[in-house]
Nanobody, 119 residues
Framework: QVQLVESGGGLVQAGGSLRLSCAAS????????MAWFRQAPGKEREFVAG????????SYADSVKGRFTISRDNAKNTVYLQMYSLTPEDAAVYYC????????????WGQGTQVTVSS
């Protein structure tokens, strides 16, 4: 079955960095767009970054442009989110998503990984 397993979350000080990973299985990874979303307590889930099947086209939320980088390794069935200059506003549960079918609609979602940023 389709599985998306995120890892790499944790506690980091403001200004620090983290790299999230999402290992995919159960589908042909290279055939699907991938994305990262996040949801902070009391807020709606929001788009963070997306990447196309080949990895040569990416998009970012304005709030993370210049600080976050999404990438993928189709040989490893893994998508990454490198995050720099983290702020407390970046604290959230980060979700990996596969197979874009609409603006913020994806076929499969991971369980999420918590990112906490201390000020």
């Amino acid at each position: 079955q389709v599985q998306l397993v995120e890892s790499g979350g944790g506690l980091v000080q403001a200004g620090g960095s983290l790299r999230l990973s999402c290992a995919a299985s159960g589908f042909t990874f290279r055939s699907y767009d991938m994305a990262w979303f996040r949801q902070a307590p009391g807020k709606e889930r929001e788009f963070v970054a997306g990447i196309n099947r080949s990895g040569d086209s990416t998009s970012y939320a304005d709030s993370v442009k210049g600080r976050f980088t999404i990438s993928r390794d189709n040989a490893k069935n893994t998508v990454y989110l490198q995050m720099y200059s983290l702020t407390p506003e970046d604290a959230a549960v980060y979700y990996c998503a596969a197979g874009r079918v609409g603006a913020n609609s994806y076929l499969a979602w991971g369980q999420g990984t918590q990112v906490t940023v201390s000020s």
